[in-house]
């Protein structure tokens, strides 16, 4: 079984920083990207994995992305991070298919645990 | 009948329907076996925006791909189910296409003739769209929410395996209501799918629909989106909530005493649950509250495992091919007969997932237009063929034959001329069977028999 991968989109600063930690804590392949193309050229490889969009650079390719891995890939947890409360966004997220919205003011210090509990083999 | 000359009797009867048609109230109309357009009424015509005799004898059949002609899609939505061409009554919804906004709600009624069907006869209803908080929304993102609901569609449940037919009824009768669903499947058999399917056809669809994973949340973003005002600012229609017992048990108690059925407002969503295992003995186990239990299992649809729907396995494999096609960019159309016994050979123990996940990476190895053998994964290719077993019909009848005769002595205390009754056969027939099985009437028989023959 190949490992899973942990696909980041969009994440900077601190936040960025702490998944970095976690992911060489547990051992675990991190992606960091800034293009959606790229992505989805990742997410055609074999492996289970869990895709981190900060929406806001693009947010029509972002959630485009989120729609095609939620429909085509069930395997693969979207989990969504907004820079702004607003819960039009966070509602079509969900519907979109995404397994976490996050947006403030809830604790985005969540998102590493999130991860961890998304990935396969992670949860009990 | 298409292609011959009419009867004297055809054109009055039409006549008659047209005359029916023509003072109802209602759009409604009327297609011949084949699905073409007979006839249809004024309301229709308004509702549709088409003129009958410009669409009178086209197909209204299912495109495959999205039609150009509005004309075309109209017809599409109009489209019989294939339940309503095996002559059940039916209802199905589907988003009104071309200037009509919102939704349609379709009724299917058959008409069927001494040995066939003749025609079937729609109704419309158009649905009003609810006030959701989406609608804010710009038209390119709310597109999104409109491509991935096409993949939910109830239509495409459609099976030939009877587990299937059934957890399709239910699903059906579940998507016309608002009360809480409890589905109980196998990993990996199509929960998630169904439970949006039913919010898809549901009277909350205009909303939108949460799945929460309660082994993967953390209890304080599940208490925020389930049971806080912050969570119903969403105005989610429904929440699928993913292995309830895996949730803090005050959590669970709370959740029990929320109301569950979406409210005018738009405030409460509808509750859906899915549970691996049977939820009962969570209950029993002490994971699951059992209030939540009861609050939730108002209707309960048990989604069956792959193994028990092989009668749709071809069907799977051609939707699973054509999904796969959205992010991995492949050509391939088909899997060749030795695949597929290979595939059918297989107990598929991760269910859908797990032959979803096959064909995908089997999509990316195979070299030409269908899967072959050798794209399967290793452990697939090395399957045994599977044996031919044999199903000796005579046998096996006897067998249901005895345990049914057992059971009614059982039921009767061994009252010979009771458990006739209760087999609906008469006495000597039954007493003779018994002495061909040899079973043992035993000595409630004995206690009873003089009762017998009054």
């Known amino acids: ?124 | 009948m298409a292609g011959t000359s009419p009867s004297p009797d055809r054109e009055p009867a039409e006549a008659r329907w047209q005359t029916f048609l023509r003072h109802a109230h209602e759009p409604l109309f009327l297609l011949n076996r084949h699905r073409r357009l007979l006839f249809a009424n004024r309301h229709w015509e308004e509702c549709t925006g088409l003129s009958l005799p410009a669409v009178r004898g086209q197909a209204c059949r299912p495109r495959r791909e999205k039609a150009s002609d509005p004309e075309d899609t109209i017809l599409a939505a109009l489209a019989p189910p294939a339940v309503a061409l095996a002559g059940q009554t039916c209802r199905t919804r589907r988003r009104a296409p071309g200037r009509a906004a919102g939704w349609w709600q379709l009724d299917f009624f058959p008409i069927q003739g001494e040995q066939r069907l003749l025609g079937i006869l729609g109704k419309i209803t158009q649905l009003p769209s609810l006030p959701a908080v989406t609608s804010a929304l710009p038209d390119r993102l709310l597109g999104l929410r409109d491509r991935h609901a096409e993949a939910f569609l109830l239509d495409g449940l459609a099976s030939d395996a009877p587990v299937g037919q059934r957890m399709l009824e239910q699903a059906r009768l579940a998507s016309q209501a608002t009360m809480p669903v409890t589905l109980v499947g196998e990993p990996g058999s199509g929960k998630h799918w169904l439970a949006r399917a039913i919010h898809q056809a549901g009277p909350a669809r205009d909303r939108c629909f949460a799945a929460l994973d309660c082994r993967a949340l953390p209890p304080p973003l599940l208490a925020e989106l389930l049971l806080e005002p912050r969570g119903r600012r969403l105005e989610l229609g429904t929440v699928y909530v993913r292995e309830p017992a895996e949730m803090p048990r005050e959590l669970q108690d709370r959740l029990a005493r929320m109301p569950h059925a979406p409210d005018d407002a738009g405030r409460m969503p509808r509750l859906i649950v899915g549970h691996r295992t049977d939820p009962a003995e969570s209950v029993r186990a002490g994971r699951l509250a059992e209030e939540l239990h009861c609050t939730a299992s108002i209707l309960t649809i048990a989604v069956p495992p792959l193994r028990e729907r092989l009668a749709d396995f071809d069907a799977f494999i051609a939707v699973f091919l054509e999904r796969a096609r959205v992010l991995t960019e492949h050509t391939v159309a088909g899997v060749s007969p030795d695949a597929a016994l290979a595939l059918r050979g297989h107990t598929w123990p991760g269910n859908l997932r797990e032959l979803y996940d096959v064909l995908r990476s089997a999509c990316r190895r195979a070299r030409r237009e269908r899967i072959e053998r050798a794209d399967l994964p290793f452990f697939l290719q090395e399957s045994p063929m599977p044996a031919e077993k044999p199903l000796p019909l005579d046998q096996l009848l006897e067998q249901a034959e005895r345990r049914l005769i057992e059971r009614a002595l059982r039921q009767a205390k061994g009252n010979r001329t009771r458990a006739a009754e209760i087999l609906g056969i008469w006495r000597a027939r039954l007493v003779r069977r018994i002495d061909h099985f040899g079973i043992d009437v035993g000595g409630a028989d004995q206690e009873t028999e003089g009762t017998d023959n009054r």
């Open chain 1, 1 to 124: 079984m190949k490992q899973a991968q942990i696909i980041s989109y969009g994440l900077e600063g601190p936040l960025a920083g702490r998944l970095q930690q976690m992911a060489q804590e547990h051992g675990l392949w991190l992606r960091e990207l800034q293009h959606v193309s790229a992505c989805r050229n990742l997410l055609r490889r074999e492996g289970p994995a869990v895709l981190l969009l900060m929406l806001g650079r693009d947010v029509i390719a972002e959630l485009s992305l989120a729609e095609e891995v939620g429909r085509a890939s069930p395997e693969t947890a979207v989990v969504v991070v907004g820079d702004a409360d607003n819960p039009a966004l966070a509602a079509l997220a969900w519907d979109l298919g995404a397994r976490c919205v996050l947006q403030p003011p809830q604790p985005v210090e969540l998102l590493p645990e999130i991860v961890l509990r998304l990935l396969p083999g992670e949860q009990q």
